[in-house]
């Protein structure tokens, strides 16, 4: 930038030698030099304020840079801050899915207890009500044998104390002692 300025200072410089040696004089004339020097002045003050203006802006940009730099890291730390929230609710929210698996795998086997729970209980019932039937059935079978012998015993204990008929036994067990062939048919009808 300055460079540019040392350019234009030599142009402006060159030019006014240029108007003056046109305007018909051969040399310089004090009021050339005096025009000169103001206009050198002129140049170094125009200079300086382009420096100071030059400065500033530099300045300025320097500050901005560094401004933005900071809103950069700021921005930076903001995304770490929320990379590390999200992280930790994603943390979160993975605990909370294995909680949430943990009560379904606990809920699965209660259920599974409850379930072979009522099966044992379905097989006791059956059982107990197996266990009745046969028990039931079977003393049905003994109280009808017991009572049909029984009957049976007292039917023919009553023939034959009331009738005639236990004499007709005896009379007939008396001849089966003398004839051996009718002895055999009373045995295999239970008489003898």
């Known amino acids: 930038m300055k460079n540019v300025l040392l350019s234009f200072m030599f142009v402006l410089l060159f030019l006014a030698l240029e108007i003056s040696c046109f305007g018909g004089q051969t040399g310089f004339t004090q009021e050339d030099r005096e025009r000169l020097v103001r206009l050198e002045t002129t140049l170094k003050v125009f200079m300086e304020q382009v420096d100071k203006r030059f400065e500033q802006v530099d300045k300025r940009i320097s500050e901005l840079r560094e401004d933005m730099n900071k809103r950069f890291e700021q921005m930076d730390k903001r995304f770490i801050e929320l990379r590390e929230d999200m992280n930790k609710r994603f943390e979160q929210v993975d605990k909370r899915f294995e909680q949430v698996d943990k009560r379904f795998e606990e809920m699965r086997e209660d259920m599974n207890k409850r379930f072979e729970e009522m099966i044992n209980f379905l097989w006791m019932l059956v059982g107990i009500f197996t266990t009745l039937t046969a028990v039931v059935i079977g003393f049905a079978y003994w109280d009808r044998r017991t009572i049909i012998r029984k009957a049976r015993d007292e039917a023919i204990e009553t023939i034959?104390?009331?009738?005639?008929?236990?004499?007709?036994?005896?009379?007939?067990?008396?001849?089966?002692?003398?004839d051996e062939k009718f002895a055999t048919v009373l045995r295999s009808f239970g008489l003898l």
């Open 160 to 178: 034959e104390r009331e009738g005639r008929l236990k004499e007709f036994i005896k009379a007939l067990r008396a001849y089966a002692s003398e």
